[in-house]
C-alpha cells in the first residue's frame, strides 16, 4: 500500500508537470485515487515517556467496530494537498477570504466543532471533526470556483472510464470466485462469501458475494459506479459512443454489487431520459413521481435489509433525543448506541451508524452543528447554482434517495469524497449551457 501510495504520488507530479496547474492536478489525483481504500488504522494506545496514553476504544459491547477506529485514508492526502495547492497558487489571504466571504457560516460551524470537541473531549470526535472539515472546505472552494469546468470533458471521460474498467473487472471477479482477489494493496477488502463481516445473497440456495470492487462495501461501490452512470449519460450529447460505453459498463458492474437500490435508482434514471423525449415535461415529472414511489414500496417491501434499517432508525431516534443539542461527536454514532443495539432477525447485533445520512448527521453534529452545516451547503448553491437542469436534477435526486437508504456519504472518507462530488457536478451542471435542459 505504501508503494502505491509513492506511485500515486509520483503520477500527481507527472500530471502538475503536464497541466502546470497545481489546483487541476490536485482535484484530479482525488478522483483517480477515490476508489481505492488505502487506509491506515491508527493504534489504540501509545507510549509517551514510558506512559501508555489509550487514543481510542474501539468496542462496543466486547465487539471490535471498524467505525469508531481512527482511520487514515489515501483520500486525506490528497484533500490536504488540494488545500495547500490552493494556498500556495492564490495565497493565504484569497484563502481566508474565501471562508469569511461566507458570512461567517464557516466559522460558526468549526467553533460548533469545537464546543462539541471540548464536552466529549475524545480523540476520534477530534480526528473525525478535522476530516469533515477539511472536506466541507475543499468543497466551499469547489463550489466557489468553477475548477470543474477546467477539465475537459474528454479528461474526466477517461479518468472514470479507467476507474470504472477496474472496479467492474475486480467485482466480477469477486462475484464469481466468491473471495478477494488478494488485492490488499490496492484496498481490496478481505472477505469471503458466507464469512460473517462480509455482504453476500443467497440466491436460488446459493451463496453469492457482492461486488466490493477496492471499495469498503459494496453500497459505496455502486454509489460510485452510478455517479459513473449518470457521467455518461450526461457525455451522451456530447459523443455518443463514449457515453453509451462509460454507462453501460457502470451499469454492469452494479448489477453485480446486488445493491437493490442502486439498481433501482439506475432503472429510474433510464425511464425518466426515455420518457423525457415523448412525453411533456409537465406530465412527465407528475408520472414518474409515482412510478418511482410504486417500485420503491415494491422493492422495500421484499428486502429483508428494509428491517434492519428500520430498527437502526429507531436506535437513531434514541441516540438524537439523548444528544440533540451538540450531537455525540463526529464518527460515535455507534459507541452512542451501546445501550440500545438493535439486532438481526439472526441474532447479529447492528453495530453500524444508522442508514440515513439526515438522522445520521443530525445525532453527529447535534440540531446546532447540523444547522450550521446546512446554512454553509444553502449558502453555496444560493450562490452558485443557477437553474435546476436534467443533469444537476438527476444527480440531486440520486443523492437524495441515497442519503434515505444508507450511510456510507457521512461515515467513510470515500463516502464523504462521492457526496461531495455529486455535489459539484450538480452545481457545474446547473451553470452549464450545453447541459441547460
Known amino acids: 500500500r505504501f508503494l502505491f501510495i509513492q506511485i500515486s504520488l509520483l ?11 497545481i489546483i487541476k492536478s490536485s482535484l484530479l489525483y482525488i478522483l483517480f485515487v477515490l476508489p481505492f481504500n488505502i487506509t491506515y488504522q491508527l493504534p489504540h494506545s501509545v507510549e509517551i515517556l514510558s506512559t501508555e496514553i489509550q487514543i481510542s476504544n474501539p468496542y462496543v459491547m466486547g465487539i471490535f467496530v471498524n467505525y469508531i477506529v481512527p482511520t487514515i485514508s489515501i483520500l486525506d492526502i490528497g484533500v490536504f494537498v488540494m488545500l495547500l495547492a490552493y494556498v500556495f497558487q492564490n495565497g493565504l489571504r484569497q484563502f481566508l ?12 460551524f468549526l467553533f460548533l466543532l469545537l464546543l462539541q470537541n471540548l464536552y466529549h473531549f475524545d480523540f476520534l470526535v477530534l480526528f473525525n471533526s478535522v476530516r469533515f472539515s477539511a472536506y466541507l472546505l475543499v468543497f466551499i472552494l469547489m463550489a466557489k470556483n468553477p475548477f470543474l469546468g477546467k477539465l475537459k470533458l474528454t479528461t474526466i471521460f477517461y479518468l472514470f472510464l479507467i476507474n470504472t474498467l477496474i472496479q467492474v473487472t475486480i467485482g466480477i471477479m469477486q462475484f464469481s470466485q466468491g473471495a478477494s482477489l488478494s488485492l490488499d ?5 478481505q472477505v469471503v462469501s458466507g464469512m460473517q463481516g462480509s455482504s453476500f445473497v443467497e440466491l436460488g440456495g446459493q451463496l453469492f458475494l457482492r461486488s466490493y470492487g477496492t471499495f469498503p462495501h459494496p453500497n459505496v461501490l455502486a454509489g460510485y459506479l452510478i455517479l459513473s452512470f449518470i457521467l455518461g449519460i450526461c457525455i451522451i450529447k456530447r459523443d455518443l459512443l463514449k457515453g453509451i460505453v462509460l454507462a453501460t459498463f457502470s451499469f454492469m458492474g452494479i448489477i453485480f454489487t446486488l445493491s437493490r437500490i442502486s439498481i433501482c435508482m439506475c432503472i429510474i434514471i433510464l425511464l425518466f431520459m426515455l420518457l423525457k ?4 415535461r409537465e406530465i412527465f415529472y407528475l408520472r414518474s413521481f409515482f412510478l418511482f414511489e410504486r417500485f420503491e414500496s415494491l422493492v422495500l417491501g421484499l428486502d429483508r435489509s428494509f428491517d434492519e434499517r428500520r430498527k437502526l432508525f429507531d436506535a437513531g431516534l434514541k441516540v438524537l433525543r439523548e444528544n440533540w443539542l451538540l450531537g455525540t461527536g463526529i464518527g460515535r454514532f ?7 443495539v438493535p439486532r438481526a432477525k439472526n441474532n447479529v447485533l447492528l453495530l453500524q451508524p444508522v442508514h440515513n445520512i439526515f438522522l445520521l448527521l443530525l445525532s453527529d453534529l447535534g440540531v446546532l452543528g447540523s444547522l450550521a452545516y446546512l446554512y454553509i451547503l444553502i449558502y453555496l448553491f444560493i450562490k452558485r447554482f ?3 437542469s436534467l443533469y444537476s436534477g438527476i444527480l440531486l435526486f440520486t443523492v437524495v434517495v441515497i442519503g434515505l437508504f444508507d450511510h456510507y456519504f457521512f461515515s467513510m472518507p470515500q463516502g464523504l469524497v462521492l457526496f461531495y462530488v455529486f455535489l459539484s457536478l450538480s452545481i457545474y451542471f446547473s451553470e452549464s449551457l450545453d447541459y441547460g435542459e
Open 11 to 21: 503520477l500527481y507530479i507527472g500530471i502538475f508537470l503536464y497541466t502546470k496547474d
Open 97 to 108: 477570504s474565501e471562508i469569511v466571504e461566507m458570512k461567517n457560516g464557516f466559522l460558526v
Open 185 to 189: 494493496f490496492l484496498g481490496e477488502s
Open 277 to 280: 423525449k415523448v412525453l411533456r
Open 334 to 340: 455507534t459507541e452512542a448506541m451501546e445501550l440500545f
Open 386 to 388: 443557477r437553474r435546476v
